[in-house]
């Protein structure tokens, strides 16, 4: 069976870090791009990050661009997201996900909390 | 960018209802389009891709259509566990952009 576990979130001050980890299984994680999504609390969905299968590109939306690097490590089955120079706008429930070639994601993971407050 | 735009935002329908959700694009994107199901605190989940593939597992009571700008989600005969919020997303090319939702109430 595919899972994927995301961990790390919690609560940041403004300005501040956070590195969320999703551990995948049940499929040859070193073949797929992986990506992060996020949805802030009362909101629609939102896509973050891309990660090629070999971690050689690498895709951001804008307004996280300079502050947050997706990376991966195919020898541990995991994605990474450093979070940096974090804002209140930040604060989401991050999914991890699958990301297939056709540009959909399946399957997603539970996410994980992150709430970035004083 | 390329907006997404859902209409409605939200609707109640019967158990058994045919219901039928729209999202636009505001230019053309092909066929490339997915949509997806999001109950709270679940993890969304893929419905159709390639704007009328059906996931392997989904109910055929959900069907997609259309292509270029207008696409569309049916559900044939609406069920007790689809209420949900239910959103398209622009496929293939970054940023991979979503609708702003469309609420299922029963």
């Known amino acids: 069976e595919v899972q994927l576990v995301e961990s790390g979130g919690g609560l940041v001050q403004p300005g501040g870090s956070l590195r969320l980890s999703c551990a995948a299984s049940?499929?040859?994680?070193?073949?797929?791009?992986m990506s992060w999504v996020r949805q802030a609390p009362g909101k629609g969905l939102e896509w973050v990050a891309n990660?090629?299968?070999?971690?050689?590109?690498?895709y951001y939306v804008d307004s996280v661009k300079g502050r947050f690097t997706i990376s991966r490590d195919n020898a541990k089955s995991s994605v990474y997201l450093q979070m940096n120079s974090l804002r209140a706008e930040d604060t989401a429930v991050y999914y991890c996900?699958?990301?297939w070639g056709g540009g959909w994601f399946d399957p997603w993971g539970q996410g994980t909390l992150v709430t970035v407050s004083s | 960018d390329i907006q997404m735009t859902q209409s409605p935002s939200s609707l109640s329908a019967s158990v058994g209802d045919r219901v039928t959700i729209t999202c636009r694009a505001s230019?053309?994107?092909?066929?490339?389009l997915a949509w997806y199901q999001k109950k709270p605190g679940k993890a969304p989940k893929l419905l159709i891709y390639?704007?009328?593939s059906l996931q392997s597992g989904v109910p055929s009571r959900f069907s997609g259509s259309g292509s270029g700008t207008d696409f569309t989600l049916t559900i044939s005969s609406l069920q007790p566990e689809d209420s949900a919020t239910y959103y398209c997303?622009?496929?293939?090319?970054?940023?991979?952009?979503f609708g702003g939702g469309t609420k299922v109430e029963i």
């Open positions: 997303q622009r496929t293939y090319s970054t940023p991979l952009t």
């Open positions: 230019q053309s994107i092909s066929s490339y």
């Open positions: 390639a704007a009328s």
């Open positions: 049940g499929f040859t994680f070193s073949s797929y791009w």
């Open positions: 990660i090629k299968e070999d971690g050689s590109e690498k």
């Open positions: 996900a699958r990301y």
